[in-house]
């Protein structure tokens, strides 16, 4: 079974309006972190926000917001106000307690910001 | 900008070729870790250094190997190329600290080209 599951390919939203983009993953471990990056056309993985899973209150930065369901192993991306900037490609992923600091990555959201 | 640094940005190889990629970490940090991210995927864990030794490994074969120096920068290399040796190889650099919070912060990448 994957780990990281992201089922959205794509994801079309119009500028200044909310987006969630979703999230489900598979692990035996107690104590894992779930990540979100961003990947511009640049290349580069730019981290966004983290979430532990002991960790009581769902994670927030900025206009990211991670919602986190424990007993349904899911934890999605909330960008609200969503600026033509946001558009790129959106990875979640975990690290394992029994995994080194090793990231496991889904296969990605590709998200478009219309004007 | 994340201050880990990858050289070359784009490189064209031929099968059978070697090539070594190079990787600065930021400032501070003291694990290096490379991934592979094939077109349309998410990035798969190769290898992880860890004060300039090997702490962990994916499913990769031994032809991809790896250096990490006193200054904490890093090569990822590979012998005998293949043609699905073809993809994005990202470096991330990170502070040793909690096993499941510890952040990666990621490179641009080199983009690696196998004819």
């Known amino acids: 079974a994957q780990k990281i599951t992201q089922t959205q390919p794509g994801m079309f939203v119009q500028e200044k309006e909310a987006v969630t983009l979703d999230c489900t993953y598979d692990?035996?471990?107690?104590?894992?972190?779930l990540f979100w990056y961003k990947q511009p056309s640049s290349g580069e993985m730019i981290f966004l926000i983290y979430q532990g899973s002991y960790d009581e209150q769902n994670a927030t930065e900025g206009r990211y917001s991670l919602n986190f369901q424990k007993a349904r192993k899911s934890a999605n991306l909330v960008i609200s106000a969503s600026q033509l900037g946001d558009s790129a490609m959106y990875f979640c992923a975990m690290r394992e307690e029994s995994g080194y600091s090793t990231l496991t990555f889904g296969k990605g959201t590709m998200l478009l910001v219309s004007p | 900008e994340t201050g880990v640094t990858q050289s070359p940005t784009h490189l064209i190889k031929t099968r059978g070729q070697q090539v070594t990629l190079r990787c600065s970490s930021q400032s501070g940090h003291n694990t290096v870790s490379w991934y592979q991210q094939a077109l349309g995927q998410g990035p798969q864990f190769i290898f992880q250094?860890?004060?300039?030794?090997?702490?962990g490994r994916g499913n990769f074969p031994p032809r991809f190997s790896g250096l990490q120096f006193p200054n904490y920068s890093s090569e990822l290399n590979v012998n005998a190329l293949e043609l699905d040796d073809s993809a994005l190889y990202l470096c991330a650099s990170s502070l040793r600290g909690e096993r499941t919070n510890e952040k990666l912060f990621f490179g641009s990448g080199t983009q690696l080209s196998v004819l």
């Open positions: 250094y860890y004060r300039e030794e090997e702490n």
């Open positions: 692990t035996s471990d107690q104590s894992y972190g």
